[in-house]
Structures are given as structure tokens and as C-alpha cells.
């Protein structure tokens, strides 16, 4: 069982910066992925990067390639999602989420199923 706890949201002007944090209580093993979706009011929830627990492969939405950087702490249990160079349609509700990766690829690990745990969620607000 893994409890996500998502924090670093907040409201930014666009051209900004934001670090999300992800703190994982309960083991996250060498053999999982990490992810980070959003879902923006209106809108279906949609894949933003994802992060190989183990070898710290990363991919990413088209969307924010460039803007944004995942990476982990294994130490401490946590992802971070960097946002940079933010823009309004950035805006969203940021959830964390933890599969076993299956040996799948980091494209297949881009999509919602096989997420089994997920987070509460913060609120990522992008003023223009």
C-alpha cells in the first residue's frame, strides 16, 4: 500500500516557475513508475511525465517537454515535478500517481490504467 501526498501548488504569473513535490509513505520499489497527470476544470485528466522508479528513465507530454523536469529522491520517497516557463493552460489540478512499470515502455506507462495509487491532488493556477 503506498499513500501519495502531493504539495507546491500555487498561483503563479505566466512565464513563471513552480516545483511540485510528491512524498510517497510506504515502500516504492525499483520496479515502479511515478507519474504526474492533470485534469484542468471541464477537461479529461491527461498524462504530464512519468519516471521510472529504478533507472530514472523519464517521458514526457509533448505539451511540457522543455518546460517541465521529473525527477526522484529515492531517500526521501519523492518525486518533483519542475514547471517552468509556465502558461495559463498549464492551469490545473496536478496528481501524483504509482504503478509497477510491467516491463512496459515509458510510452505505455503514459497512460492512466495500471495507476493504482494516486494523490489528492494540488491546485496549479496560471495567470496571464
Known amino acids: 500500500q503506498v499513500q501519495l501526498v502531493e504539495s507546491g501548488g500555487g498561483l503563479v504569473q505566466a512565464g513563471g516557475s513552480l516545483r511540485l513535490s510528491c512524498a510517497a509513505s510506504?515502500?516504492?520499489?525499483?520496479?515502479?513508475?511515478m507519474g504526474w497527470f492533470r485534469q484542468a476544470p471541464g477537461k479529461e485528466r491527461e498524462f504530464v511525465a512519468v519516471?521510472?522508479?529504478?533507472?530514472?528513465?523519464?517521458y514526457y507530454a509533448d505539451s511540457v517537454k522543455g518546460r517541465f523536469t521529473i525527477s526522484r529522491d529515492v531517500a526521501k520517497n519523492t518525486v518533483y515535478l519542475q514547471m517552468n516557463s509556465l502558461k495559463p493552460e498549464d492551469t490545473a489540478v496536478y496528481y501524483c500517481?504509482?504503478?509497477?512499470?510491467?516491463?512496459?515502455?515509458?510510452?505505455?506507462?503514459?497512460?492512466?490504467?495500471?495507476?493504482?495509487?494516486w494523490g489528492q491532488g494540488t491546485q496549479v493556477t496560471v495567470s496571464s
Open positions: 500517481a504509482a504503478r509497477p512499470t510491467q516491463g512496459l515502455s515509458l510510452r505505455s506507462l503514459s497512460f492512466l490504467t495500471g495507476y493504482h495509487y
Open positions: 510506504g515502500r516504492v520499489f525499483s520496479s515502479d513508475a
Open positions: 519516471i521510472r522508479w529504478g533507472d530514472a528513465g523519464t
